[in-house]
Nanobody, 119 residues
C-alpha cells in the first residue's frame, strides 16, 4: 500500500519561509517522479513543482525563483523549500507520486497540508 506522509505546513507572514516534506512508503521511490501541487479554495489543483526520477525539475511560473524542490532518495523524501512567501501562495499543498516504472503509470496523493501566508 503506497502512502505519502506530508508535513511542514503552517501559518507564516508574507516574506517568510516554510519547508514541506513528503515521505513515501510502499513504492520504489527512486524510480518515481515526485511533485507538489496546491489548491486554493474554489480553485483547481495546480502543479507547483515536479522532480523526475532522473532529477529533471519543473516549476510553475508563479513560484520560479522562490520555491525549490529537491529529493533524498535514501530517505524516500521530497522537499519543497518555499521562500519569499506571498499571500497568494495560501493553499492546501499536496504531494504527488507518479510510479512510472509501472504500466500503466500509477499515481498517489498525500492528504494535504495547509499553508497560510498572512499579509
Amino acid at each position: 500500500q503506497v502512502r505519502l506522509a506530508e508535513s511542514g505546513g503552517g501559518l507564516v507572514q508574507a516574506g517568510g519561509s516554510l519547508r514541506l516534506s513528503c515521505t513515501a512508503s510502499g513504492s520504489t521511490f527512486s524510480l518515481s517522479a515526485m511533485g507538489w501541487y496546491r489548491q486554493a479554495p474554489g480553485k483547481q489543483r495546480d502543479l507547483v513543482a515536479r522532480i523526475s526520477s532522473g532529477g529533471r525539475i519543473t516549476y510553475a511560473d508563479s513560484v520560479k525563483g522562490r520555491f525549490t524542490i529537491s529529493r533524498d532518495n535514501p530517505k524516500n523524501t521530497v522537499y519543497l523549500q518555499m521562500d519569499s512567501l506571498k499571500p497568494e501562495d495560501t493553499a492546501v499543498y499536496y504531494c504527488n507520486q507518479e510510479r512510472q516504472y509501472m504500466t500503466p503509470v500509477q499515481q498517489s496523493w498525500g492528504q494535504g497540508t495547509q499553508v497560510t501566508v498572512s499579509s
